[in-house]
């Protein structure tokens, strides 16, 4: 599961790159949900990652994801509502 998470959140990146090129108007799907969901998925693969690694660096990059995530889910629902 781990080798699926640690590559979702380039996938999403680089899909939401192509369909904003492709679609540049505003748009709920893409803006709101898609872009957060990168981060979404980057905190559960650093979740996910062996505990091998330092497991403070671990912690602060999620919660630094954490934190950053929320501000950008009301940036973006500030902008559509």
């Not at 080798?3 to 939401?16: Q, Y």
């Not at 492709?22 to 803006?31: A, K, N, T």
Request: charge should be neutral; aromatic fraction near 16%.
């Amino acid at each position: 599961m781990y080798r699926v998470l640690r590559w979702a959140p380039l996938c999403l990146l680089i899909s939401h790159i192509a369909l904003k090129a492709l679609f540049p108007e505003r748009s709920v799907l893409l803006d709101l949900f898609l872009y957060n969901a990168i981060w979404i998925f980057a905190i559960a693969a650093i979740a996910q990652s062996p505990l091998s690694n330092d497991p403070v660096a671990l912690a602060a990059a999620s919660l630094a994801s954490t934190f950053w995530g929320f501000g950008s889910i009301l940036n973006s629902y500030g902008d559509f509502y």
